[in-house]
């Protein structure tokens, strides 16, 4: 059985990886019928690690969310060639006169995810998320058949190895869902990025499985540190523990050398079986890259050189204004259906209202429209050349579209918002923040649920969930009697959480969980912070203007208050409670506080809370700033970093001390 696996492996290193089968696909089928049948009648000697294991389990109900040792960040954009040669003078800049090569890599239009192997075996798989955060998807990549479940043993030297990668749709594999899609009646995905991103993130594996992702290895981390000297020798020792690698890559003396390749592959674009949207150029040293560092955002040592748009013209039909989960109004122009970079458009973005005055779009008119990678195409210019004399103004609405409610456009921003607490194109989304882990913590109310209580009239606004009765729960899809009596407890248990955190569930715009902490020890109540001035707030450190107009905006609307209302009826605390524990204390109130590894009686956004609540930081690196680091079990690199620098360390145990 052993040598039947490693047979059936090696055919779909051949066949994923290498693109070059050794056998047909029957004789693979039979192969893997075979070892099947073997495991089912020795079950006790199925491995992890067997290519029949790729697709099992139950539908998940939900991603864990992980954290990443060492960030996935974004890349720096450029357009044009100047760009890159900006790119290359703050490099060498950087370089001091020290010599360096590039990697011209080509930028797969996909999705980052991240690949845990411990002593060779794949043990977990996460999307990139924010970059900080990712969500726990290990059974879906299992799926996919080019990441090995097993690495080859002789490249299996560390102990822990992360594998970073892209995960993407071939064109063919894209246009069978679609057709597929059609066939059912669903909508169809509007680009392989998207139908990728959503399939990774489906519940049930074999709804992956079926969709056959793919993905480019393109990084190596040995532990959390980069193991090889250059970016060019990962990318060799990827292919040979056997992952695929993309071969459009090349290894550039000079950033001629390097816009060379970009111009190359752009005329090779459409050959391609899959979508790139541009070029990743990479200092190749590790060295280097580590000694030039990274901004909050992105890496210095790296950019993403991005295609020209593709562009097409037609006519603006209609233009209606669409309300986002965040109470963003949107104008989106309804357009004569036009082919654009290989797909049917038929709308476009017009961003917001400033921008239709800026292009001076009214109905009727002839525009230029761009698609660089997003969903949805936008507006860049009006022909006025075609202008009939019959086109019309359009008037941005006053009042919320879907709802009637107040429409807030603070001072200095382009985007207008309906600020309604009870507004149902922001429902969905308002419910989940409420429930989110930092907010009300009510982690069994997931977006199947929320869907399903929106459509359902069961909720129109947050305040409705304690309202909710076990009869009606019980009824709804893929739930019952007990799974909706833990609901509801979990509901009733969010009564009991601290201030600060039900300012930061209402979700007022700008208000973050930080935020919300500043403005519950100053106000300690609901019925204060409602009658707050913009004054009053603005003259608050670290909050400002534009946080001050927000809040004092979410509380003019009548019916932010009357929901305020029907919180504190419902027994949710409306306060800080005096002598309680949250508040000001010495021994927190301006501390840098950095948490690592895994704490026993409490999650790391409890601990996060309980610091903030009495008025300390917690930040995400360790550095001479830092006055305390708890570490937790199995803590990683910040604990060796802050024993470096000799910083106070505390455990769980002196941690709960401190705050009493």
Known sequence: MKELRAEIRRHEELYYVHDNPEISDEEYDRLLARLQQLEEENPELIAPDSPTQRVGGRPAESFPEYIHRRPMLSLDNSYNIEDLRAFDERCRKLADGRPFEY???????GLSISLHYEQGLLTRGVTRGDGRRGEEVTQNARTIRSVPLRLNPAFDQWREVEVRGEVFLSRSVFEKINAEREEEGTPRFANPRNAAAGTIRQLDPKIVAARRLDMFAYDVLGGDRKPFATHWQSLEWLERAGFRVNTNRALCAS?????????????????????????????????????????????????????????????????????????????????????????????????????????????????????????????????????????KAFRFPKKCPVCGGIVSRPEGEVVARCIAADCPAQLKARLLHFASRRAM??????????????????????????????????????????????LLGQIEDSKQREFPQLIYALGIRHVGDRTAGIIARHFRSLDRLSEASVEELDEIPEIGLTVAESVRDWFDDPGNLALCERLRAAGVKTEIETGGAEGYDEEFAGKQFVLTGRLETMTRDEARALIEARGGRVTSSVSKKTDYVLAGEEAGSKLEKAQSLGLKIIDEAAFKEMIG
Not at 452 to 472: A, F, H, I, N, P
């Open 441 to 486: 913590r009510i982690e069994g109310l997931g977006y199947a649920l929320v869907e399903q209580l929106v459509e359902k009239k069961m909720v129109r606004d947050v305040g409705d969930l304690y309202t909710l009765r076990l009869e009606e729960v019980a009824a709804l899809e893929r739930m019952a009697e007990k799974s909706a009596s833990n």
């Open 255 to 391: 950033i001629d050398e390097v816009i060379e390749f970009c111009n190359q592959m752009e005329m090779k674009r459409d050959e391609l079986g899959y979508e790139i949207d541009g070029v990743v150029v990479k200092v190749n040293s590790t060295a280097l890259q580590d000694e030039f560092g990274a901004t909050t955002k992105a890496p210095r040592w790296a950019i993403a050189y991005k295609y020209p748009a593709r562009q097409a013209t037609t006519r603006v039909e209609s233009i209606v204004v669409q309300v986002g989960r965040t109470g963003a109004l949107t104008p989106v122009a309804n357009l004569q259906p036009v082919l654009l970079a290989g797909t049917t458009v038929a709308r476009a973005t017009l961003h917001n209202e400033d921008e239709i005055k800026r292009l001076g779009v009214r109905l009727g008119d002839w525009v230029l429209i761009e698609k660089s990678g997003e969903i949805i195409p936008k507006v860049i210019k009006v022909i006025e050349s075609r202008r009939t004399g019959e086109e």
């Open 103 to 109: 990697v011209a890599e080509l930028k797969i239009d």
